[in-house]
Structure formats: structure tokens, C-alpha cells
């Protein structure tokens, strides 16, 4: 079983709208969070963490977190064309690892 | 200008044979890793490396080595290659626990 599920698959949303991304883990030791996006044919880049509960904004994103229910949403307002891109939810465990656990990712689609 | 630059770009090899994949980090980072994507997987952690020591290896085979000559150098070097291996390797690097930054990624495909 995956240990950090993302959905949906995939997104379409048009040019200028909100686009949502969820994350959920199923192991309370992932204590700390990163959204990544990969654009086609380069590596991922991060977006923004969150290691505490509620709601962290930068710009046009804002990720939420809740630690009791294990779950980590992504929201980007105002989306461009430039967005479409695989979004990854990323954990890593509390103590000395550098490992990040990534989900599958949702593939995004702003239609212009 | 990218800060981490892996060579190289695609590679393909044959069955059994040996590869190493190149990778040098210019962002002044402590610690470097390899992860590997492939198709229908999530990106998969190998190895993460800290001034030049190995802190974590989640590959079972002995085939995957990773290499670090210099601290901002790791390399990756992959023996008796099998066509499972065809995927996506990056490396990647951060400073101590913080954002980890990703390279381009070097393409393997094993025929």
C-alpha cells in the first residue's frame, strides 16, 4: 500500500480558476510536507512545505495541513496555462532521514 | 543555469552491462541523493548522502553504487544492468534537512 496517496489523477481547470490537490498519508510519523511540480522533461521543483497544522500562503498557492487526520491539500487560485504541470505531495518521517516519499501525483491541465 | 547538472541527459545500454550517471552539485549543499522515476511509480528514494557518507540506502541490489570522489560529486554506478532499470534517475541535493532541489535527470533505458 502506497504510504502517501494523491488525488485526483488529474485536473483540467480552466485558464484563471482554482485548482485542488489532495494528499493523505497513512503513517503519523510523516511529520513534515512539500508540494513539488514537475514540468515536462525537467526534474521536480519544491513549492512550498508545511509542517504545521492549518493553512500556509504564498502567492497564488496555499497549502493546508491537518495532522490528525493525516491530510495535506494544495490549492493554487488564479491558474495559468504555465501551471500545467505533475504535482507531487512529498513526507518525510521525524528523526534523522533525509528520505521523501512521494505520491503518484496528479497531472494538471489549464485550458486557455 | 542549472545547479545540478547530470550527464548525461538519455543513455541507453544493453543488458548486462555497466553505467555510471554523472552528477555535480554547485549550490554549496551538504547532502546529495539519487531517486529513480519510472512509469506508473512514485518518485523513489536510493540513496541520501551527508558530507559525503551514507546515511540512507533504500535499494536492495547491490548493483545500484552510488560514488562521492568530491562533496559536491555523486555519482551512481549501475552493473549487470536489467531492462526493470529503464527509468528516470535524479539526483538531487539540499542543505542539511532543508528543500531538497532536484536535477534534470539523466534517461536510461536498458534494451
Known amino acids: 500500500q502506497q504510504k502517501v496517496q494523491q488525488s485526483p489523477e488529474s485536473l483540467s481547470v480552466p485558464e484563471g480558476g482554482m485548482a485542488s490537490f489532495n494528499c493523505t498519508s497513512s503513517?503519523?510519523?510523516?511529520?513534515y510536507f512539500w508540494w513539488y511540480r514537475q514540468h515536462s522533461g525537467e526534474g521536480p521543483k519544491a513549492l512550498m512545505?508545511?509542517?504545521?497544522?492549518g493553512d500556509k500562503k504564498e502567492g497564488r498557492f496555499t497549502a493546508h495541513l491537518n495532522k490528525a487526520s493525516l491530510h495535506v491539500s494544495l490549492h493554487i487560485r488564479d491558474s495559468q496555462p504555465s501551471d500545467s504541470a505533475l504535482y507531487f505531495c512529498?513526507?518525510?518521517?521525524?528523526?534523522?532521514?533525509?528520505?521523501?516519499?512521494f505520491g503518484l501525483g496528479t497531472t494538471l491541465q489549464v485550458q486557455p | 543555469d542549472p545547479k545540478i547538472i547530470q550527464k548525461p541527459k538519455y543513455l541507453v545500454a544493453v543488458t548486462g552491462s555497466e553505467k555510471i550517471l554523472i552528477c555535480e552539485q554547485y549550490?554549496?549543499?551538504?547532502?546529495m541523493y539519487w531517486y529513480r522515476q519510472s512509469a506508473k511509480k512514485p518518485l523513489e528514494f536510493m540513496f541520501s548522502?551527508?558530507?559525503?557518507?551514507?546515511?540512507d540506502n533504500q535499494t536492495a541490489s547491490s548493483r545500484f553504487q552510488p560514488q562521492s570522489s568530491k562533496k559536491n560529486h555523486l555519482d551512481l554506478q549501475i552493473t549487470a544492468l536489467k531492462p526493470d532499470d529503464s527509468a528516470t534517475y535524479f539526483c538531487?541535493?539540499?542543505?542539511?534537512?532543508?528543500?531538497?532541489?532536484f536535477g534534470k535527470g539523466t534517461r536510461l533505458t536498458v534494451v
Open positions: 538531487a541535493s539540499s542543505h542539511e534537512n532543508t528543500e531538497v532541489f
Open positions: 503513517d503519523r510519523n510523516f511529520q
Open positions: 512545505s508545511i509542517f504545521s497544522d
Open positions: 512529498a513526507a518525510r518521517k521525524t528523526g534523522n532521514t533525509r528520505k521523501l516519499i
Open positions: 549550490l554549496g549543499h551538504n547532502a
Open positions: 548522502y551527508s558530507y559525503q557518507k551514507l546515511m
